[in-house]
């Protein structure tokens, strides 16, 4: 049995940019599935059963604030994939969501380059949290 193709999960709320990261995604060797809302990204990559996405790639120049809030509970919860932002965001945030890479939208092959590049051989399970009292 051959090793299963990476999983990308994307979400972007400008629907507009669509386009253009199908193009850049286009033949890679990667499963896509789009996500509609934030709720849905924390649900697919930390709720729902394995295999997960390994891969998040997400619109931070359309998101909103309780968006991106809400995209802390990937890591709080104990995903540790990687995060590819499209767009701009701050250094501040960039750091709480560990980003691991940043492009700017509509820049022909910018995506492609950086998924090309990213390492997906990181966990995927849920870690448990671990409380001292």
Same mark, same amino acid.
């Given at each position: 049995?051959?090793?299963?193709?990476?999983?990308?999960?994307?979400?972007?709320?400008?629907?507009?940019?669509?386009?253009?990261?199908?193009?850049?995604?286009?033949?890679?060797?990667?499963?896509?599935?789009?996500?509609?809302?934030?709720?849905?990204?924390?649900?697919?990559?930390?709720?729902?059963?394995?295999?997960?996405?390994?891969?998040l790639i997400t619109d931070?120049?359309?998101?909103?604030?309780?968006?991106?809030?809400?995209?802390?509970?990937?890591?709080?919860?104990?995903?540790? +994939? /990687?995060?590819?932002?499209?767009?701009?965001?701050?250094?501040?945030?960039?750091?709480?969501? @560990? %980003?691991?890479? #940043? $492009? &700017?939208?509509?820049?022909? +092959? /910018?995506?492609?380059?950086?998924?090309?590049?990213?390492?997906?051989?990181?966990?995927?399970? @849920? %870690?448990?949290? #671990? $409380? &001292?009292?």
């Open positions: 049995m051959g090793a299963s193709k990476p999983r990308c999960l994307v979400f972007s709320p400008d629907r507009s940019l669509e386009p253009w990261i199908d193009s850049e995604l286009d033949g890679e060797t990667l499963i896509v599935q789009a996500a509609l809302s934030a709720r849905q990204v924390v649900r697919a990559l930390v709720d729902d059963p394995p295999p997960r996405a390994q891969l931070f120049g359309s998101m909103s604030a309780l968006d991106a809030l809400l995209l802390h509970q990937l890591r709080e919860r104990g995903w540790f +994939g /990687a995060i590819i932002a499209i767009g701009r965001l701050s250094p501040d945030l960039k750091t709480s969501l @560990r %980003i691991d890479l #940043v $492009v &700017r939208p509509h820049v022909r +092959g /910018a995506l492609r380059k950086v998924v090309a590049n990213v390492n997906l051989d990181r966990p995927t399970v @849920r %870690i448990e949290r #671990v $409380v &001292r009292t």
